[in-house]
C-alpha cells in the first residue's frame, strides 16, 4: 500500500490527484487497485508518506498509536469503505473479541482513574508469601476480616494513616484491583469494630505467624533479643488503664505512655511482643516474656538482654525457664574489673565488615578479651574507640550542665531567697537525681552557719570513671562461646533498636492517639504486623544481594500505577481497558529481586455503545 499522485492536464493546467493505491495479484499479473482518493491536497509532505502508509497500515489490524498523529490519518480511516461503521443498532451490538481488529479515534483517548499501585502490590504479594489469611482463618476470622486486616496492616506499612483516614487512603490506591473486591464500602467506624475482633486473637496469629516464617526463611532459633520501648499518646486516656506517665524514651515525659516489649530473633523477625504500663520498670516485665517465648523457642536458646535486666534475680529467672543468657553488666560491676581493664595483655582486635553499600565506610574499633575462669558466668571485657568518644562526650556534657545548675544553686543561698535547710537539700537531691552519672563524682556540702553552699570533686573516683570510657562487661552463661561469638551475639541486639525504630518512623507506631486499652494494644499488633513485612522484604533483599530498606525500595514504586484506558472506536462505542502501567526498568528491577510478579492485576476490558 502506498501514495500516488496522478496528474491531469486541462487547457494547459496541471491538475493533481493523491490516490491511495496497492498492488493485488490477478491473472494478469500483478495490477494496481485504487483503495480510494485522497484529493487535490497532499495528506502529509512527500518524505512522510511512508510513515502514513504504515499507520494505515497498523489501523487495519487494529493497532493505532495512542496519539492523534496526523489529521489525514483520520480522514483516511473515514473514507477506507471496509473500516466504516457498520449500521446496527446500539442493542444489536455485540463487542468483539480480544482477537478482533479494533479501530480507535486517537485523539479521542482518556486515560483515567490513575491509582498507584507499586507499593501496594509488593505488600499484598508478601501477605500471600507469608500466608498471613492462614493464620487469620486458623483463628476464626471470616475472608472479610482477612481482607480488612490486610487493608489496615498495608497502610501502616505503606503510608500510614488514623482509621478515620485510611478509607481515602484506599481510594486513591489500586487495591481494590490487585484484591479484586470492592473496598468502597469500608468506613472508620468498621475499621474500629475490627480493631475489637482483632483484640483477643493477637497471640494466636502472631505465634502462627512466627512458625510460618521460621519454614520459608529457614531461620535460626537459638537466639533471642529482648528489649523494650516507650510510646507516647496524643490526650488524656482517662479509660486507659495502662497509660501512665514513666521514663519515656521518646524524650516526651509531659505525656502518657506505654511501654512495649519485643521478642526478635538474630534475622530481626518479631517472634512476641507485650505492651505494658506505662511506669512499668525493665526488669519485671522479663517474667511475662519469657513465658510466652518459652512456647515457641527452640531447647537450649540463649536471651540476649539490655543491662536494664541484668540484675542476679533476673539471669536466676531466664536460667530457670530453660534459656541461656547474654547480657552487659551495669556500670557500676566494671569497676571491680579495672585492674584487667588496664591490663595490656590479652586483647584481640575484631575485624568489622563493611556495609555492602559504603565500601569506604569506616568502623569504629573494637577490642576484646575472655576475663579469667571458665565457670558461668563467662566474662568478656570490651573496648570501644567510637563508645570512648560517645561515653567522654556525654560526661563532659552532664557535667557542664551539673556544674551551671549547682552554681545557680549556690547563689540562690548566698542571695538569701533559699533559706530552709530542708528545701536546699531537696534542691541538691534533685540535682543528683537528674545528673547521676556526673554527681556521683563530687561531695556537696551546705553549713548552716555561714549559710553557704560548697562542693568538692573526688579526683580519684572521677579518674577511674575516664579509664573506663568505651569500655562495657559482657557476662553469659554459654561456656561453648570463644570471646568473638559472645561479642558477635550481643551486638545483635541492635536489631530490636532497629525494629523500634522502623515501627515509630515509617510504621508510625507513635504518637497514639486511641485512648482505649484494647485499640491501642490493637493499634501497636498491627504495627507489628506490618513489621513482619517490612522484615520479610528487606531480608529477601539482602539474600539477592540488595542491601536496601524498605523506605528506599517504596519511594520508585510509586510510579507504578494502574490506569483506565478510555479508547472511542470509530463505530460509535468505546473500549475500556483497567490495567497496570508497563513497569518501568527500576520497577522491573525491584520485583525481580523480590521474586513477584510484574504485574499487579489481569487486565479488565469492557465495552459500552455510545448515543449515535
Known amino acids: 500500500m502506498y501514495i500516488r499522485r496522478t496528474t491531469k492536464s486541462v487547457r494547459e493546467r496541471a491538475y493533481h490527484t493523491y490516490l491511495l493505491v496497492e498492488s493485488v495479484q490477478t491473472e494478469r499479473g500483478p495490477r494496481q487497485r485504487t483503495i480510494c482518493s485522497l484529493g487535490s491536497v497532499p495528506p502529509a509532505p512527500p518524505e512522510h508518506w511512508p510513515g502514513l502508509v504504515r499507520e494505515l497500515e497498523a489501523a487495519q489490524s487494529g493497532q493505532l498509536p495512542l496519539t492523534d498523529h496526523s489529521l489525514a490519518l483520520a480522514s483516511l480511516l473515514q473514507r477506507r469503505p471496509a473500516l466504516e461503521a457498520p449500521s446496527v443498532s446500539c442493542e444489536a451490538a455485540v463487542p468483539p473479541s480480544d482477537e478482533e481488529p479494533v479501530a480507535v479515534r486517537p485523539g479521542r483517548v482518556t486515560i483515567e482513574q490513575a491509582r498507584e499501585a507499586g507499593p501496594v502490590h509488593v505488600g499484598h504479594q508478601f501477605w500471600l508469601r507469608l500466608r498471613i489469611d492462614e493464620a487469620l482463618t486458623g483463628a476464626g476470622f471470616s475472608e472479610q476480616a482477612c481482607r480488612l486486616t490486610e487493608l489496615m496492616t498495608l497502610n501502616r506499612l505503606i503510608a500510614p494513616r488514623s482509621e478515620h483516614a485510611m478509607p481515602d487512603w484506599f481510594a486513591r490506591t489500586a487495591l481494590a484491583d490487585i484484591l479484586g473486591t470492592d473496598i468502597s464500602g469500608v468506613d472508620d467506624d468498621a475499621l474500629y469494630r475490627h480493631l475489637d475482633r482483632l483484640h483477643p486473637k493477637r497471640a494466636e496469629i502472631e505465634a502462627a505467624l512466627a512458625k510460618r516464617e521460621e519454614q520459608l526463611f529457614n531461620l535460626d532459633g537459638t537466639v533471642y533479643l529482648y528489649d523494650l520501648t516507650s510510646s507516647y499518646f496524643e490526650g488524656q486516656c482517662l479509660a486507659n488503664g495502662q497509660a501512665k506517665r514513666g521514663h519515656s524514651k521518646d524524650h516526651r515525659p509531659d505525656c502518657k505512655q506505654v511501654v512495649v516489649g519485643l521478642v526478635v ?177 563530687y561531695e556537696i556540702t551546705y553549713s548552716e552557719e555561714s549559710g553557704q553552699l560548697s562542693w568538692q570533686v573526688d579526683e580519684a573516683r572521677k579518674q577511674r570513671a575516664e579509664e573506663l570510657d568505651g569500655s562495657y562487661l559482657l557476662k553469659t552463661s554459654r561456656t561453648d562461646l570463644t570471646a568473638e561469638e559472645i561479642w558477635t551475639i550481643y551486638i545483635l541486639l541492635t536489631r530490636v533498636e532497629a525494629a523500634f525504630r522502623a515501627m515509630k518512623s515509617p510504621l508510625a507506631e507513635r504518637p497514639i492517639f486511641h485512648q482505649l486499652e484494647r485499640r491501642v494494644q490493637t493499634h501497636i499488633f498491627l504495627c507489628v504486623l506490618a513489621y513482619h513485612l517490612l522484615v520479610a522484604i528487606e531480608k529477601t533483599c539482602r539474600d539477592r544481594g540488595l542491601h536496601t530498606s524498605w523506605a528506599t525500595l517504596r519511594e520508585p514504586l510509586i510510579s507504578h500505577q494502574v490506569v483506565t484506558l478510555v479508547l472511542p472506536t470509530v463505530d460509535g462505542r468505546t473500549l475500556t481497558i483497567r490495567k497496570a502501567t508497563t513497569p518501568e526498568p527500576e520497577h522491573r528491577k525491584i520485583y525481580r529481586v523480590l521474586g513477584i510478579p510484574e504485574e499487579p492485576m489481569t487486565p479488565v476490558k469492557t465495552w459500552r455503545v455510545d448515543d449515535l
Open 265 to 441: 530473633d538474630r534475622e530481626g523477625f518479631p517472634k512476641a511482643h507485650e505492651v505494658f504500663d506505662g511506669n512499668r520498670s525493665e526488669g519485671t516485665t522479663l517474667g511475662e516474656m519469657l513465658d510466652r517465648l518459652k512456647a515457641r523457642a527452640g531447647p537450649a536458646a540463649t536471651v540476649v538482654v539490655d543491662r536494664g535486666m541484668s540484675s542476679v534475680q533476673n539471669l536466676q529467672e531466664i536460667r530457670e525457664h530453660g534459656f541461656h543468657y547474654m547480657v552487659a553488666s551495669r556500670q557500676g560491676e566494671r569497676t571491680g574489673h579495672l585492674h584487667e581493664f588496664e591490663d595490656a595483655e590479652g586483647w584481640q582486635e575484631l575485624e568489622r565488615p563493611v556495609s555492602p553499600t559504603n565500601l569506604f565506610q569506616r568502623k569504629s574499633r573494637v577490642w576484646i578479651k575472655r576475663a579469667p575462669g571458665g565457670e558461668e558466668p563467662v566474662l568478656v571485657l570490651c573496648r570501644s574507640a567510637g563508645r570512648e568518644e560517645k561515653d567522654r562526650a556525654i560526661r563532659t556534657t552532664h557535667e557542664k550542665r551539673f556544674l551551671t545548675s549547682l552554681t545557680k544553686l549556690q547563689a540562690r543561698v548566698a542571695d538569701g531567697r533559699l533559706k530552709a535547710e530542708g528545701k536546699i537539700q531537696q534542691a541538691i537531691g534533685r540535682l543528683k537525681e537528674r545528673y547521676p552519672r556526673v554527681a556521683r563524682f
